[in-house]
């Protein structure tokens, strides 16, 4: 019973996640919607033209970011899930890490680690890949200069049991 009642949590914040991205319409929504809907940011910066960014890690075990976009006007010019191939694929070695900030939104704490022997620090995002499957996206930076050194995703397995993208 105990099972079930935590997978039914789970759904519904996923749900209510969904929604709140879902609710929200570029042209229309300002500022103060998208925080109503979806809380305080995570990561929050703002560009030389004055467009805002807003980084929304959702889902259960962080599957989707959400960056939303508001213009100098204070209006929704768009929101997207930045945990795909595509976005990935703009990971190059030497970028910064906030250039990676800026384009994939913060990793996930608890999978995040430094390796003293390498002098390496590993960022690491879970997300559904393209066949709904789960995978890992890790980011690997040189620590002394901070920038990055390779990146490369793996297929991963449901950890104990649960599977968040559909399988």
Same mark, same amino acid.
Request: charged share 25%; proline share 5%.
């Given at each position: ?40 940011? *995570?990561? #929050?910066? !703002?560009?030389?033209?004055?467009? +805002?960014?807003?980084?929304? =890690? ?6 989707? +970011? ?11 010019? &768009? ?6 191939? *595509? ?11 906030? !250039? ?5 939104? =913060?990793?996930?704490? #608890?999978? +995040? ?31 002394? /200069?901070?920038?990055?050194? /390779?990146?490369? /995703? ?6 104990? &049991? ?6």
């Amino acid at each position: 019973m105990r099972t079930r009642t935590l997978i039914m949590c789970a759904l519904a914040l996923l749900l209510a996640a969904c929604a709140g991205v879902a609710d929200l319409r570029p042209g229309e929504s300002r500022i103060e919607d998208v925080q109503r809907s979806l809380g305080a940011p *995570q990561l #929050q910066w !703002q560009d030389a033209g004055g467009t +805002t960014h807003l980084a929304y =890690p959702r889902g259960p075990e962080g599957l989707k +970011t959400f960056i939303a976009r508001i213009g100098p006007d204070g209006r929704l010019q &768009g929101i997207e899930n930045v945990l795909d191939e *595509q976005h990935f694929a703009a990971i190059k070695p030497g970028m910064g890490k906030e !250039q990676v900030l800026r384009l994939l939104g =913060p990793p996930q704490p #608890q999978r +995040t680690i430094y390796f003293a022997a390498r002098d390496e620090l590993a960022w690491e995002w879970r997300y559904c890949d393209a066949g709904n499957g789960e995978a890992r996206f890790s980011v690997l930076f040189d620590a002394t /200069s901070e920038t990055v050194r /390779s990146s490369f /995703s793996l297929l991963d397995t449901c950890e104990s &049991g649960r599977c968040w993208c559909g399988h």
